[in-house]
């Protein structure tokens, strides 16, 4: 069990530009998810996979946002034209079926 | 609307003493409750969940929890504390009569162990 690795840690970047952040979950793991956690609060709910189909997204996720998990393993989480609103911890967890999720290190995201 | 209440910002305890943090819940059907321990710039850790059955549930490094249904609570406990333990506990649930698999999460309570 490797655990649930998350790339960049750290993105810095202007507003107005796209990033994309990567999650490998563990590799028996089915299901994906992506929370986005904000300074003195807990994490909220984004996005949720079931092997390669999005099956649930929150009002949280914007026109600007768009995830992605092509083959069921790794995913990808898109911010389009970044807003100083955007800057937060981007967490992904994965689990089988509905046992615990298991989170990864976050990728923190910070706008100019 | 499915919501999580940790009503203590902060819980300071001296080591080796007892310790609670508090949680409670509001879901529509029966809950599946959890706790997460986060350390500085690290993700969430698992420590323990509540799905059906025995209302005390034991967790990893030694954390247990009492489900109490008539309270609408999920206390997260531990008979000793020790310095290690400093860091932000989070409550969660899922509602299991819903579709969905998203946890909610409360905000968070800072634990702070002294030596």
């Known amino acids: 069990d490797t655990g649930v690795s998350q790339n960049p840690r750290h993105k810095i970047t202007k507003r107005g530009q796209n990033v994309t952040f990567r999650c490998d979950p563990i590799?028996?793991?089915?299901?994906l998810y992506w929370y986005r956690q904000t300074l003195g609060q807990g994490p909220e709910f984004l996005t949720y996979f079931q092997n390669e189909a999005q099956l649930e997204k929150s009002r949280l996720l914007s026109d600007r946002f768009s995830a992605e998990r092509p083959k069921g393993s790794f995913s990808t989480l898109e911010i389009q034209r970044t807003e100083q609103g955007d800057s937060a911890m981007y967490l992904c967890?994965?689990?089988?079926?509905?046992?615990?999720?298991?989170f990864g290190d976050g990728t923190r995201l910070s706008i100019l | 609307a499915q919501s999580v209440a940790q009503p203590e910002d902060q819980v300071n305890v001296a080591e080796g003493n007892p310790l609670t943090v508090k949680c409670t819940y509001s879901v529509s059907g029966n809950p599946y409750l959890f706790w997460y321990v986060q350390y500085p710039n690290r993700g969430l850790q698992f420590l323990l969940k509540?799905?059906?059955?025995?209302?005390l549930v034991k967790g990893s490094y030694g954390f247990e929890a009492e489900f109490n249904k008539s309270q609408t609570s999920f206390h997260l406990k531990k008979p000793s504390a020790l310095v290690s333990d400093s860091a932000l506990y989070f409550c969660a649930v899922r509602d299991m009569n819903q579709a969905g698999t998203a946890l909610i999460f409360g905000k968070g309570t800072t634990l702070s162990v002294s030596s």
């Open positions: 967890a994965s689990s089988q079926y509905n046992q615990p999720q298991h």
């Open positions: 590799s028996e793991h089915n299901r």
């Open positions: 509540y799905i059906t059955g025995d209302n």
